[in-house]
């Protein structure tokens, strides 16, 4: 299949694909829109099945970070990077300095940034290579912190439009995935008092939550079908599909995974199903802020404030998606549009 027959095509700027013999790097850079400014995207080293899911990843990470920025209301557009193969096993400080140099060729187009599978000592690599790059070490280094700081700030929107309640004490929340994000968003709400269930397929990465925050660890699929108040994936996409929106039971779905609906079409089975879903691309956009601000006169108290206005933006999604009987995923796509396309690009749909 060609990228301009996939099914997540989505009118992408760019799609460049980058080879360096010599390290083996083989990666994809997905630029999808960039109308607000440069593309800004973190870089997904991954072991996919093939080359076709490595595309289909990449078209839909770009296009939502287009609409997370926008959303956001940062002057920055959308786009994502993938490099293929299991980092445990190939990635080098080289083959870094190689994707830097792919970067590089794009003139500024694209900046790059950490994302599952690489980390602050990759962007650091990458950066004698191109200017390209945020999240070094020298700069706001790892954003997860961050990302899940916003992420509960989001949860705290949804449980106070759901729940009608600002108390997060004894909220039994199950999080799939606790690693990087995943692990600070189960000390925020730790600390705010809720009760954990947890999943990962890292048995290092559950045992570490179990033993800081009292989690409970239940099955990978077991996740689903949890009696709980919020349901939070924090893992890879496509979770919210066919086989599992009869299975939860959470009232709530705000979670920091990209791509949580495998398909547009599931936004509204969660609202048929009574369950108010927090799009992903708001609520996890606090890696982001955090990036986007990475300059000389980088301010954490600036930042910060940022962040927790993803609690505001998120109740205001609520607010209008209830007002016009709308799924929330639909009305935060529509806000985001408003603000990233372009008159010609409007009219022509």
């Known amino acids: 299949m ?11 700027e760019n799609v460049v694909f980058g080879h360096d013999e010599v390290t083996g790097l083989k990666c994809i850079i997905g630029i ?5 400014g440069p593309a800004l995207g973190g870089s997904r080293f991954w072991n996919y099945d093939n080359e076709q899911d490595a595309i289909t ?62 980390t602050v000592a990759d962007m650091d690599y990458i950066r004698e290579s191109t200017p390209h790059v945020r999240g070094k070490s020298t700069g ?15 949860i705290k929107a949804a449980v106070k439009h759901q729940l009608k ?49 009292e989690a409970t660890p239940v099955g990978l699929e077991d996740i689903y079908v949890q009696n709980v108040d919020v349901y939070a994936p924090c893992a890879l996409g ?22 949580q609906l495998k398909e547009e079409r599931h936004g509204q089975a969660l609202k048929d199903n009574g369950i108010l879903y927090a799009p992903d691309y708001v609520i996890n956009a606090g890696g982001l802020i955090n ?12 930042v910060n404030t940022q ?18 009987n709308r799924p929330t995923s639909f009305v935060a796509d529509r806000m985001a549009e408003e603000r990233f396309k372009t008159p010609v690009q409007a009219a022509a749909e």
Do not use: W
């Open 2 to 12: 060609s990228v301009f027959n996939a099914p997540d095509f989505d009118g992408h």
């Open 32 to 36: 999808h829109n960039t109308n607000r």
């Open 57 to 118: 990843d990449v078209l839909r990470l770009s296009k939502g970070m287009t609409y997370k920025a926008a959303i956001t209301g940062l002057d920055l557009g959308g786009g994502k990077s993938v490099i293929i193969g299991d980092p445990k096993k190939i990635k080098t400080p080289d083959l870094m300095r190689a994707f830097g140099r792919v970067i590089d060729r794009l003139n500024g187009k694209y900046i790059t940034a950490e994302d599952v599978g690489t």
């Open 140 to 154: 706001t280094g790892n954003p997860s912190p961050v990302t899940a700081y916003g992420t509960f700030q989001g």
């Open 165 to 213: 309640t600002d108390e997060l004490t004894d909220l039994r929340v199950s999080v799939q995935g606790v690693g990087n994000v995943g692990y600070y968003l189960c000390k925020y709400l730790h600390e705010a008092g809720a009760k954990l269930i947890i999943t990962d397929i890292n048995p290092e990465s559950v045992k570490r939550v179990i033993a800081e925050f």
């Open 238 to 259: 496509a979770t919210i599909n066919d086989q599992t929106i009869d299975l939860i039971k959470a009232k709530i779905v705000a979670g920091a995974a990209n791509n």
């Open 291 to 302: 990036v986007a601000s990475e300059t000389p006169d980088y301010d954490p108290k600036v």
């Open 307 to 324: 962040v927790e206005n993803i609690y505001n933006t998120l109740i205001e999604i609520f607010q209008r998606a209830e007002t016009e």
